[in-house]
């Protein structure tokens, strides 16, 4: 699943992070925190490698 905005690409990416063990899962907050919890790595790393050119800064509800 492609992520719709940047901010959400980047909350992947941190979480995706602290899945691998890179960072600690302590540092996530928000978004990121949530997504660690509830998504698997496969998901986690499909919405973090989504491009980034195009996307707007952060998606509007509608």
Do not use: C, F, I, W
Request: hydrophobic share 25%; aromatic share 2%; glycine share 6%.
């Amino acid at each position: 699943m492609p992520a719709k905005s940047k901010s959400q690409q980047k909350a992947a990416g941190a979480a995706l992070s602290a899945k691998r063990g890179d960072t600690k899962v302590s540092d996530l907050q928000g978004a990121s925190k949530q997504m660690y919890e509830s998504m698997s790595e496969k998901e986690l790393d499909d919405m973090a490698s989504t491009e980034r050119e195009g996307k707007p800064e952060h998606n509007s509800k509608s």
